[in-house]
């Protein structure tokens, strides 16, 4: 009787597909596996299947498998039922899903035939071993004898005679008891041989192949075998208090929110709860918002879990993810992972905590392309399905996460020291306007700023300058007239990139040169814009003598080595003053700075968001947390500003969260925002842009009959073209308990009336962004 597979396909369809296996594959196959099935007239898609079942679906011509390409499953069990959540939950195809929580070497691909262009075993390398006896208790008789009888077999060929040589070199044969093996294609480079010569030595028996399994991870992590790792600090009074207090929270609370202010030890407690849970061999997850920015935060997380600790970030390469992959797959596994958002993806055993770190970071969420996640939220759903806990750390938490904890929905542990009685950092305001009244500003800086920068390092300590960043990327202007240059398919500016010199669209991918004239003024006076951070560093050198600036912003930090090469050499003092973007926010821990400078508060709060003082305040209460963090250093953090009598200011010098949080959180619900509803935005995307101007209309008019003045738009949002696609955004806010799959329902059942009334609206693609940041 055969059996039918039901498979996700990479396909951007919600349905799954189901498929006829032979006998054969019948008995081998199992929930998880990979499979490849034919899909349209000529192609192939690797799809996995999700359920067997010995009955055909009902009126289907099922087609057969093609092939069952692995002889285990890639996924665990329990990760399926997470990407349904996640696909209902965000409303996008399971398929998207799969495609983002794979990684790209088992992930399906289409093509004709021959689908699978990696095959999903373990790396090994081909090493050759020196059949050469060892120095035994003989003194080398044997050894002799064999070594004369090789040289006379290759006496007629000098080639095989040179890398003969060097296999006794490289082997250390004549040097050691156990002769090593040798990387075959290390010795064919150092020999400046091919892989004909070797085989004539293997034909003559003087050296065999063996294939090692090699981890690329165990190859990363050599620094770390011999690595002694060592026991957290104690932890202080506080610390243990609040501690404590965690650990009886979990009690009967899932999720608890440990909202500790800059430098109160969080990540020491985090440390003293990871080891606890590591013990009962359990594992930990714990999430970072960017892992460019957690350098430090590795070296700490090392030291005390060693080579089971394992970092999983978007600049590992396909092989290097397919590896944690299946080391997690397997049963040598792994204790703690430190991952971004995408890490909630990975095969988990039996996870016992989760820790979201920094859970405000908005970089938690993914914006384009589905499933647009956040990956805080993916890690509740992720910890109740293996019965884990959560606890999510911030100095400044989400409105959202404060607002369930003050509910009483999380738990809620508060730190409201820093470490060792270090005293936060004290923070005044300093008006632009008054300076640019009194024509004392120095380029962007007012007369306060430089004197207490050049104080700061006239007394050998540090300062860090932040400057908002406005953009995504550099683009280029017309110095003589302010031209930039636009994508011709997308509403977008080129971006510079330096690498190749390039001009290139972030969206479609389309490049150009530089330009050499401008179309606008027919000038070529073409320059970088950056983010102001050059002209931050320029006017400062100017300023002040004493002056060593180092940028770091998407300019400076291409790479994940130049980002680290900044901060070794800041923390090394090559460098007194750090000038960033948002990057220099977010958890570093240096010793020091006393001076910390923001550059303009005020383009941080006219931000057009409902969320814009909330970003805005923590913001400037995370980089204002780099100033002073060790034990006998007073911080100093000053704010340029035009109001400086703006309540959020206020909160901000105040160090007062609460506050902010209360009056924000009054605005969000007066407004029906979130934490009190949940927001919707459904895009629309079409090629006229008449048609979908019309069209979002009409559907607008519609979805208002029912939802009254819970739409907002249509719009065009930010980006309003894509790859010559007009776009329109329509934003829905329900009520948070409401069912998204529900809402989908109720949308897809409009848009069919809709396309069946009108042939050109069934022609717009509609997706969505389900709790946008
Ligand atoms: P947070 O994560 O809250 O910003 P950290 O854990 O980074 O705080 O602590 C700030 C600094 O204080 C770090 O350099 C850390 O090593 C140090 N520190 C905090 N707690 C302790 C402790 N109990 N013993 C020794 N050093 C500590
Ligand atoms: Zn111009
Ligand atoms: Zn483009």
Request: proline share 6%.
């Amino acid at each position: 009787m055969p059996i039918y597979a039901e498979c996700i396909l990479p396909v951007p369809l919600a349905q799954t597909f189901t498929y006829r296996l032979t006998d054969a594959q019948s008995a081998s196959a199992r929930k998880g596996m990979r499979v490849i099935v034919p899909f349209g007239k000529q192609h192939h898609y690797t799809g996995i299947i999700v359920g067997l079942s010995p009955h055909a679906p009902e009126g289907i011509d099922v087609k057969d498998v093609s092939e069952l390409p692995d002889d285990a499953p890639v996924i665990r069990h329990p990760q399926y039922a997470l990407w349904q959540w996640i696909a209902e939950y965000y409303m996008c195809p399971i398929g998207d899903v799969m495609k983002a929580a794979l990684p790209a070497k088992l992930k399906p691909e289409s093509g004709k035939a021959g689908v699978i262009r990696e095959d999903f075993k373990p790396k090994t390398r081909t090493f050759v071993k020196i059949l050469i006896p060892p120095i035994g208790a003989d003194i080398g008789q044997e050894r002799n004898a064999k070594l004369s009888e090789a040289f006379e077999k290759l006496k007629r060929s000098p080639k095989q005679q040179t890398l003969f040589m060097k296999l006794l070199d490289m082997s250390h044969c004549l040097q050691k008891h156990d002769a090593d093996l040798v990387p075959q294609d290390e010795l064919l480079a150092e020999a400046g041989c091919d892989t004909t010569i070797m085989r004539e030595l293997i034909k003559k028996g003087l050296c065999e192949h063996q294939e090692v399994v090699v981890s690329r991870l165990d190859i990363a992590d050599e620094d770390f075998r011999n690595f002694k790792t060592e026991p957290p600090h104690p932890l202080t009074e506080i610390q243990k208090v609040a501690y404590r207090a965690i650990c009886s929270s979990f009690n009967d609370k899932s999720v608890t929110l440990l909202h500790g202010v800059t430098s109160s030890g969080k990540t020491e407690i985090y440390m003293h709860l990871m080891k606890e849970v590591v013990a009962q061999k359990r594992q930990v997850l714990m999430m970072v918002p960017e892992i460019a920015l957690t350098t430090q935060l590795c070296v700490r997380l090392r030291r005390v879990f060693g080579k089971r600790m394992v970092v999983y970030h978007s600049k590992l390469n396909d092989t290097e993810r397919t590896e944690i992959w299946n080391k997690m797959l397997g049963n040598d596994s792994i204790d703690l992972i430190v991952g971004v958002r995408s890490s909630v993806f990975l095969p988990f055993a039996q996870l016992g905590l989760v820790i979201v770190d920094e859970e405000h970071e908005p970089s938690y969420k993914q914006q384009d392309p589905a499933p647009r996640y956040n990956g805080r939220e993916v890690a509740l759903m992720l910890a109740s399905r293996h019965g884990a806990k959560v606890l999510l750390g911030s100095a400044t938490p989400s409105l959202e996460s404060y607002y369930l904890a003050k509910q009483g929905r999380f738990g809620y542990v508060r730190l409201s020291e820093r470490h060792a009685g270090v005293s936060l950092p004290r923070i005044s305001l300093i008006s632009l306007r008054e300076a640019r009244k009194s024509q004392t500003m120095n380029g962007p800086f007012t007369p306060a700023l430089i004197k207490s920068i050049n104080h700061t390092l006239l007394e050998g300590h540090q300062a860090i300058l932040f400057q908002n960043r406005r953009g995504f990327s550099p683009v280029i202007e017309c110095a003589a007239c302010g031209w930039t240059p636009r994508c011709p398919r997308c509403d977008v500016s080129l971006t510079y990139h330096k690498h190749n010199s390039r001009l290139a669209c972030h969206y479609c991918g389309y490049t150009q040169s530089w330009p050499t004239t401008c179309p606008q003024c027919h000038q070529s006076t073409f320059s970088q814009q950056g983010y102001g951070t050059e002209r931050i560093e320029e006017t400062i050198t100017r300023l002040i003598p004493l002056a060593k600036p180092i940028r770091m912003d998407t300019d400076t930090t291409g790479s994940r080595t130049s980002y680290e090469k900044i901060i070794q050499n800041f923390e090394n003092k090559k460098h007194n003053i750090l000038i960033g973007t948002q990057m220099v926010s977010k958890g570093l821990d240096f010793g020091g700075v006393d001076t910390v400078g923001i550059m303009n508060a005020d383009s941080l709060m006219s931000f057009p968001d409902f969320r814009a003082h909330e970003r805005a305040f923590q913001l400037m209460e995370q980089v204002a947390g780099r100033a002073g963090r060790r034990v006998g250093q007073e911080g100093e953090v000053l704010i340029q500003c035009s109001e400086p009598k703006h309540p959020l200011l206020q909160q901000v010098i105040s160090h007062d969260y609460e506050s902010m949080a209360e009056m924000q959180l009054d605005d969000r619900k007066k407004y029906f925002y979130p934490p009190f509803s949940r927001l919707i935005v459904i895009y629309m995307k079409g090629r006229y842009e008449d048609r979908v101007n019309a069209l979002a209309q009409r559907y607008a008019s519609i979805l208002r009959q029912a939802f009254g003045d819970r739409i907002l738009g249509p719009e065009a949002p930010s980006i309003s073209r894509i790859k010559n696609m007009y776009i329109k955004q329509i934003m829905l806010k329900i009520e948070r308990e409401a069912s998204t799959s529900m809402v989908r329902q109720y949308l897809n059942n409009i848009q069919s009336k809709m396309a069946h009334d009108d042939p050109e609206f069934a022609k717009i693609v509609f997706y969505y962004d389900v709790d946008p940041v």
